[in-house]
């Protein structure tokens, strides 16, 4: 439903980042975290206010700044100001859920194609119920914090890696040619059919997944003890044992990175290598979970996934990438370079 909704905001994206690198270097972390609040934003309440979607993206940048702040409710700190502004957004967002109410209401339709606002509020459970307007607005809320930060970091880093091996580049940038030149002269965005056809770029994307750490580590709690590798014996009294018990009520965090880099599961880790994704149904026994396992998978992984297929589709036919500062040190826990990526985008002829 939503794929030219999400081009559009692609190609015009990477148009500006183009333009505004004719001045001086931009920092691509902060425009690849525009794409993709944009295109939750568009999504979620789709685009008939173009200045509702500016009013929520700015102030949630403020909100997103302190995710990782002191939770200090005092004026002039971060936290104190992001449930400031989070009061602001809902207040925005309600207003959307109330109009949307009223046009469903009266039969109107705002477009052909519903946006995920009005899908939620024609939602009910077995018995009846339907979602509030404060359930939705912190639905979206959710959302953006979910899905925004990760899907800009990895962005980031697949400009990074496609533009530091240029083999890799290549074969990407030839595949999405071939994609262009089968389709009809009449057709103007891509299909999902087309999406598909993006067997070499999917690979890409597995790797970079993999070898950039942009997820925070998955936590969970033991609901009864749960024995590893068949020991009686727990952590503390054997803390360097492979073999251990997690006591009922610990938390177990599971950090992705150590295992996508694990040499044990993946030959020459460090290496960046989309080949090593051929065969497309290796997990490599189960080590590669970037969205992580079982009932509790990220819900937004193929939103996710098609979005940096598209921007990446556009990426390597149109423009290329110069890192100013390749050797920058990394921030954490969003690892992302601490000049936010300086650099230059440059768009290329395709004639």
């Known amino acids: 439903m939503f794929l030219e909704r999400i ?24 425009e690849t975290k525009s794409i993709s609040m944009r295109v939750i934003l568009h999504i979620f309440m789709g685009s008939y206010n173009e200045k509702i979607i500016n009013q929520v993206e700015h102030l949630f940048g403020h909100i997103n700044d302190a995710l990782f702040s002191w939770p200090i409710y005092l004026p002039g700190f971060s936290y104190y100001n992001a449930l400031q502004n989070r009061k602001k957004v809902q207040k925005i967002v309600k207003s959307v859920v109330e109009d949307r109410k009223t046009m469903l209401k009266n039969g109107e339709m705002l477009s052909e194609k519903k946006d995920l606002v009005d899908v939620l509020l024609e939602l009910e459970d077995v018995n009846g119920r339907k979602l509030k307007g ?38 990407a940038k030839e595949e999405q040619e071939e994609i262009i030149k089968s389709r009809p002269p009449s057709q103007q965005y891509l299909s999902i059919e087309e999406i598909k056809q993006m067997v070499y770029l999917t690979k890409v994307i597995n790797e970079v997944l993999r070898v950039s ?75 590669f979970f970037p969205f992580g396992v079982g009932t509790r998978i990220c819900p937004g992984r193929d939103l996710t996934k098609i979005e940096m297929l598209i921007f990446l589709h556009h990426f390597v036919r149109n423009y290329k990438f110069e890192q100013i500062n390749p050797e920058s040190p990394v921030s954490y826990p969003i690892t992302v370079p601490k000049d936010n990526c300086l650099a230059k985008v440059t768009k290329v002829s395709t004639e």
């Open 7 to 30: 081009e559009d905001i692609v190609v015009n994206s990477l148009q500006v980042m183009a333009d505004n690198s004719m001045q001086q270097p931009i920092e691509v972390f902060k």
């Open 134 to 171: 404060e359930d939705i607005v912190d639905l979206l809320i959710l959302f953006l914090i979910a899905g925004h930060l990760s899907t800009a970091t990895v962005m980031m880093w697949a400009m990074i890696y496609l533009s530091n091996n240029p083999l890799a580049f290549k074969k």
């Open 213 to 287: 750490d942009f997820a925070i580590p998955l936590s969970r709690e033991a609901t009864t003890d749960v024995n590893i590798n068949g020991t009686l014996f727990y952590v503390l009294s054997h803390i360097n044992s492979f073999r251990y018990i997690i006591p009922k009520g610990w938390r177990a965090v599971v950090w992705q990175k150590a295992c996508h880099m694990s040499s044990e599961y993946f030959k020459n880790p460090e290496e960046f290598d989309p080949s090593r994704w051929d065969d497309k149904n290796n997990t490599n026994g189960g080590a």
